[in-house]
Each structure stands twice: as structure tokens, then as C-alpha cells.
């Protein structure tokens, strides 16, 4: 893909019939001299049911250099088998203008900054986009280029499906991983204002969408968003403040569904693991919030505003590591770990969901 710039464009690989356990190299040649000029090595997931570690990112300030090597070195010496983005994979409002070129610009210089774009090692990436990568701070769905956003965010992170992955509107998708589903949402593309009449945040064919699928297999699912979906008690932007209504509608749909869910978010600059009460989804569940890797952050930002529902918290620059086994009955059970630089232990809790 090439929408933007004549000078950048992307190349989409697809490489099928890998076998799991095997490792196999990409290298790529310059085509006068025939030098070889970059290599990675990669192999293909083994997807079966079974005790998995994911990675769970969000909110990547390209311009905090003196951060991102130790950060990204943490991130590959934790070895996740999988790395969810849960939005702000670049901040293209940082020097890109309100433009589509300034937006597609900015992407292209976080992925040449960032060190995790030129491990040896090739780790798969999933990604959903949050307000900065969309196109600025706090935009909704009143944004006027927001078609352009979203042909510049595919051009980096769309993939076509195979299998059981399904894309859905905009920038949403699910797999199916390991005995487990992730729903990767989109909480930008049809956003509506705060205060406006019947606002939604991810819309009806969005919410839609996700009911079908999620009622298709009992089996556990990871409700993935930029934002945060239960952080009504900060007074900003969430599902909780923002699109209440909305949110009853989705919590309602998981107390009417066999399949035991769990919440995932970024965007806030700070970590925190909640327990959601029964009453909201029909059993006890938690939201692991995963943020900054990569921006600013304060101390005690995480203490700031009182949460009833939280466990644990950081206002470290981190990310999240989750070991998950999806094999216990009516449920999973999984072990979440807040990490830093030089591999700092923030916080370490053990979860236990049960949709009984």
C-alpha cells in the first residue's frame, strides 16, 4: 500500500503451509549489488488450546527516544508469542498537522524509530487504533478525514484473514488464538460526541458485530479497546463516561452469552488491573488496562482518582504481559504482570474467571 506518499510505500507478504515448530527466514536483497540487506527469522504459532503468553501495549510517543530501547528490549526478553496494540501506535497529531499526508508521514517514522519493527525475531502484531493514531487527541467520529485515517492505518496494520480470523467494521477484527478469541474494537470510527442524543462509541453495526460473533463458541474471549471500558471514575474519556447506554447494551449481551469475557484497554498512561463486579456481566470479570510503554506519565497519575474496582496499579512506563490457560472449565485462568525497563516488576496478580 502506498496512499499517501510516492516516495514510501509497504509490501504485504503472505507466506502459507508453515509448519509450527520450524523457524524460517525472510531476507531481502538490494537488487543491483545483490547484498543481502535485512533478514528476520520467524515461525508460525502454534494456535492449539493451551497455556499462552500475549503481550498487551498502547500509546507509543515516538519522540521519547531516550525511553524506547530499554522498553522494547523488555518487551523482547519477556518473549511474548503474541503482542496486542491496543491503540496509539503512533502519534500522528505530533508534527503531522491536520493532514492525511502529515498523518501517513507520522506512521511511517514511528515504524522506522521504533526497535521492535527490526527484531531478528519476528513476534506477531495485532493492533487496533485509539484517538492519536486515528487522527488527534480525543477525535470521535465527527473527524472529516477519517476515511483517510483509516486507509493509512490499514496500510500498516490490515491483513487479510484466514482460518477463523474475521475482520469486521473499520478497524475491528477477531482471532482466534490458543484457545482463545481477541476482539480488537474500534472506539473511534463511529463515536459519537459526549452528550449527544443516544451517543454510541462503537455503533450499531460494530455492536452488532461483535454480539454475532461473540455468541457463535463458548469459547473465552478478550474484549480488546484503545480506551478504557470501566473507567467511568476519572471523569474523561471511557465507556463508562462517555456511552453508558451503549455499555449496559454490550454487558447485557455478555450475561446472555455461554462464553466467560474478559477487558482489555490503553490509552489512560497509566496501569491498572480491575475486578468488574457480578453484577455487571453476570460473574466476576477484570479489565487489565495497559498503558504507557511509550508516552508521558507521572507519578501517582494511576492514585490520583479513587477506583473501587482496582486490584493494582503503575504509573511506570510498562506494558502488559498476561500467561493465560484457557483449558479450566467454564473459564480461564491467567497470571497478569505489569513490566518496565530492565525488566521491573510493577505489579503481579493471578485472575480467575469462572462463567458458571
Known amino acids: ?11 504485504h507478504i503472505l507466506v502459507e503451509g508453515l509448519q509450527t515448530g520450524r523457524d524460517y527466514v525472510l531476507s531481502a536483497y538490494d537488487e543491483r549489488t545483490g547484498a543481502r540487506v535485512e533478514e528476520r527469522v520467524f515461525r508460525a504459532l502454534d494456535t492449539r488450546p493451551r497455556v499462552a503468553r500475549f503481550a498487551i501495549a498502547s500509546c507509543m510517543m515516538d519522540i521519547l527516544e531516550a525511553f ?15 503482542i496486542f496494540f491496543l491503540g496509539d501506535t503512533t502519534y500522528t497529531d505530533l508534527g503531522g498537522g491536520d493532514s492525511v499526508k ?34 488527534g487527541n480525543n477525535k470521535d467520529g465527527t473527524l472529516a478525514r477519517k476515511s483517510d485515517s483509516l486507509k493509512s492505518f490499514k496500510a500498516m496494520w490490515g491483513w487479510a484473514p484466514r482460518g477463523t480470523a474475521l475482520l469486521g467494521p473499520s478497524v475491528a477484527s477477531q482471532v482466534d ?28 453495526n460494530q455492536e452488532s458485530w461483535f454480539a454475532r460473533n461473540l455468541a457463535a463458541s463458548s469459547t473465552p474471549a478478550w474484549i480488546m479497546n484503545g480506551g478504557q471500558f470501566f473507567g467511568g471514575y476519572l471523569k474523561k474519556e471511557s465507556f463508562e463516561y462517555d ?10 449481551t455478555l450475561k446472555d452469552v455461554a462464553a466467560p469475557a474478559m477487558f482489555a484497554s490503553g490509552d489512560v498512561h497509566f496501569s491498572e488491573l480491575m475486578k468488574i463486579e457480578k453484577a455487571r456481566v453476570g460473574y466476576e470479570t477484570y479489565e487489565v488496562t495497559s498503558s504507557s510503554i511509550l508516552s508521558t506519565t507521572n507519578p501517582i497519575q494511576d492514585t490520583k482518582k479513587v477506583n473501587p474496582r482496582r486490584l493494582t496499579s503503575t504509573w511506570h512506563h510498562n506494558f502488559v504481559i498476561i500467561d493465560s490457560d484457557p483449558t479450566k472449565p467454564n473459564g480461564i485462568d491467567f497470571r497478569v504482570r505489569s513490566v518496565g525497563r530492565r525488566l521491573s516488576l510493577y505489579f503481579d496478580k493471578t485472575c480467575s474467571v469462572r462463567r458458571v
Open 177 to 204: 488464538l490458543c484457545g482463545q478469541r481477541f476482539f480488537l474494537m474500534d472506539d473511534r470510527y463511529f463515536r459519537d460526541p459526549r452528550g449527544a442524543s443516544k451517543a454510541v462509541q462503537w455503533g450499531s
Open 102 to 135: 502529515g498523518n501517513w508521514r507520522r506512521h511511517i517514522e514511528s515504524r522506522r524509530k521504533f526497535n521492535i519493527y527490526k527484531w531478528k525475531r519476528l513476534v506477531p502484531i495485532y493492533a487496533t487504533w485509539d484517538d492519536h493514531d486515528f487522527g
Open 1 to 11: 500500500p502506498q496512499p499517501f506518499n510516492s516516495s514510501e510505500a509497504l509490501d
Open 68 to 82: 524506547q530501547d530499554a522498553m522494547w528490549d523488555s518487551l523482547q526478553k519477556m518473549k511474548p508469542e503474541v
Open 243 to 252: 456511552h453508558p447506554t451503549e455499555l449496559a447494551r454490550i454487558t447485557q
